[in-house]
């Protein structure tokens, strides 16, 4: 079945940039997804990159796709106390209608 | 802005009890979904929904039943809570197509933390 991993932990300092890595095993992923969960709250979309592309850049967000080693990336850049949360990698593949979901990483932002 | 909501937020209940978390969209999303999250932060898809009299289990298995009689309602119920049900309980809905058509977004909701003693 399909496996999404990322580690669980990062910590970074304010005005840093942060990079959150994923690595998932199904090739015929179509879209894959990163989610921000604020504490106390449900998960929010925050980029999505279609499996066709290698960079997508939105304000302080670019994700970066290999495809060969199915690996996945989030840069924030210039990260602020306000980024701390769980992000989560996701991908959609199969039957369409199926979304996994990494194992989430904690970011703390340290002013 | 996405409208999904559930209720309650949280709930501490006695082992036995029956409950149900709600959880409606306003969207008209055919696709509605229910996570557990581990405190460990794991989601695990518990059950899920493509449409109205349509539910299907999850990877992880859960004593809890789903209904979903109308599109914008999908409950959950556990007939006698346990310890072991305590967790987070998010619900999702989405468009995601059957042709594949559209980026498959999930709307989550902002949970329901349930406690059982």
């Known amino acids: 079945g399909e496996d999404v991993e990322q580690s669980l932990f990062l910590s970074v300092r304010e005005g840093d940039s942060s990079v959150i890595n994923c690595t998932y095993t199904d090739s015929s992923s179509t879209y894959l997804y990163w989610y921000k969960q604020e504490p106390g709250a449900g998960l929010q979309l925050l980029t999505y990159i279609f499996s066709n592309m290698d960079m997508k850049q939105d304000q302080r967000l670019t994700v970066l796709l290999n495809k060969k080693d199915k690996h996945l990336s989030l840069r924030i850049a210039d990260t602020q106390t306000g980024d701390s949360a769980i992000y989560f990698c996701?991908?959609?593949?199969?039957?369409?209608?199926?979304?996994?979901f990494g194992t989430g990483t904690k970011l703390q932002v340290i002013p | 802005e996405a409208d999904i909501y559930q209720t309650p937020r949280y709930l501490v209940i006695g082992t036995g009890k029956k409950i149900t978390l709600e959880c409606s969209q306003t969207?008209?999303?055919?696709?509605m979904y229910w996570y557990q999250q581990d405190p460990g932060m794991e989601l695990h898809l518990i059950h899920y929904s493509y449409g109205v009299n349509s539910t299907e289990k999850g990877d992880l298995s859960s004593e809890s039943t789903v209904s979903r009689i109308r599109t914008e309602h999908f409950p959950l119920t556990l007939e006698s809570a346990r310890p072991s049900h305590t967790s987070q309980y998010l619900c999702?809905?989405?468009?995601?197509?059957?042709?594949?058509?559209?980026?498959?977004?999930?709307?989550f909701g902002e949970g329901s933390r349930l406690t059982v003693l």
């Open positions: 996701a991908e959609r593949s199969g039957g369409y209608q199926k979304v996994t």
């Open positions: 969207m008209g999303h055919d696709k």
């Open positions: 999702a809905s989405s468009v995601l197509g059957t042709s594949g058509v559209g980026t498959g977004e999930l709307f």
